[in-house]
């Protein structure tokens, strides 16, 4: 009779270990391992990150989240049925403009400092690149830090809000670059 006790209290310890497991995962936190290059340097491949994806939906997304989210339909792996997620970083927010110069992003024709975008060895990111895209209420434009290695809204468009699973904010393997993943404080524009 002991024995059978012990038993079923093993029995719910592990499912209700599952089910908080399953919980957290599925609307607090999950982890994600970086495969694409497109972050280089502040992410490199092989490194993995925790994403919150409970606040982003209470408190919204900030310019300079990282952010992971599910390739929308236009992008690449948009509509596969289990689609490699990508992670990015926000630069326009809903309901901006943002324009792109030879290289130079602008947010509602204010410079933005950028000081976190790989220079490759001469010291540019992607002169001569020009764009420019204007925001719904429910778009994020999102570019990699590694310009000429990413493929992101410059080519593909805005992705919506509801595409991004959480913000990274926990870098925690390797474990001697383990670190809070901040957005930068960037000012307002000035136009």
Not at 65 to 85: C, I, R
Not at 160 to 180: N, W
Request: hydrophobic content about 35%; overall charge negative.
């Amino acid at each position: 009779m002991r024995g059978r006790r012990l038993l079923l209290e093993i029995a719910q310890t592990v499912a209700v270990t599952a089910l908080v497991f399953y919980l957290i995962q599925g609307f607090v936190a999950q982890p994600f391992k970086v495969e694409q290059t497109s972050m280089e340097q502040t992410f490199e491949p092989g490194q993995y990150v925790m994403v919150d994806k409970l606040t982003p939906r209470i408190t919204g997304f900030h310019r300079g989240d990282v952010v992971v989210f599910l390739p929308p339909a236009g992008w690449p792996q948009g509509k596969k049925e289990n689609p490699t997620p990508y992670i990015k970083r926000v630069i326009g927010l809903p309901g901006e403009t943002i324009t792109l110069v030879n290289g130079v992003v602008s947010v509602n024709g204010g410079p933005l400092s950028e000081s976190y975008v790989f220079r490759d060895d001469d010291g540019a990111s992607l002169e001569g690149e020009n764009g420019s895209w204007t925001l719904g209420p429910d778009e994020l434009l999102v570019m990699g830090d590694h310009r000429s290695n990413s493929s992101d809204s410059r080519i593909y468009g805005p992705i919506p809000t509801k595409a991004v699973i959480g913000r990274a904010v926990l870098r925690y393997y390797p474990v001697d670059r383990m670190s809070i993943v901040d957005a930068p404080t960037y000012g307002a524009p000035t136009p």
